[in-house]
């Protein structure tokens, strides 16, 4: 079994850097998913499905979540878990969808530096405006993945901080609930990053859901 970590946007896989020396000498992968061209998780999903065929384990944080939950919609009998580090499963609001269209602009008009205030945290130097506009873009127009996660055979975990300012606990309290094989873990006094603010205890969790999807 193949063990994927997708990074989150602004981040790129050197988030995941805590985790992949917790895995050492397991078949891990953890892939720039701006390198994978267009702007779609869809897209994304399908590259990285085809990149090898093994079974696979994904672990997403954020835009990464978003793209696990697409291979797992493409491909069920494939995906053997998801751990999701605060990533909704709903698809983006009206109102959610006008904030990226903003950020979009901000991007194109005025820079890297003039957004980046607004995100949870700023982007890695070598991140390019059309990097992150595309990554913008695919998190604006994913699909709703609420009744997969109800279908979904696998473990699906879910990982918050509880002071994720983008995913509330209450809200990821309701999707576990209704999930078959759900978990979900608080991670106190954290934001919107638990695998890198709390590595330890967020590896002692990855190491659980690799043995539950195992």
Request: glycine content about 6%; charged content about 30%.
């Amino acid at each position: 079994m193949k063990i994927l970590l997708l990074h989150a946007m602004p981040l790129d896989e050197r988030m995941w850097t805590p985790q992949l020396d917790a895995l050492a000498g397991q078949d891990v992968e953890a892939p720039n998913l701006y390198d994978l061209g267009g702007a779609s998780v869809d897209r994304w999903a399908d590259a990285l499905l085809k990149s090898t065929d093994d079974d696979i384990a994904v672990v997403g944080a954020s835009m990464g979540g978003y793209v696990a939950l697409a291979m797992a919609r493409e491909a069920p009998e494939r995906v053997r878990g998801l751990l999701l580090v605060g990533s909704r499963v709903g698809a983006d609001t009206p109102e959610r969808r006008a904030l990226r269209d903003e950020q979009i602009r901000t991007l194109r008009e005025e820079g890297i530096d003039a957004w980046a205030p607004s995100a949870p945290d700023p982007p890695p130097p070598e991140r390019t405006v059309d990097e992150l506009v595309r990554a913008v873009q695919a998190i604006r127009d994913r699909s709703d993945s609420t009744e997969l996660v109800r279908s979904f055979e696998g473990p699906l975990w879910i990982a918050v901080g509880d002071a994720d300012p983008f995913f509330p606990v209450d809200e990821a309290r309701e999707v576990v609930a209704a999930v078959p094989n759900g978990r979900l873990e608080v991670f106190e006094d954290t934001g919107h990053f638990p695998s890198r603010d709390r590595p330890e205890r967020f590896n002692e969790l990855l190491r659980e859901f690799l043995q539950a999807a195992a």
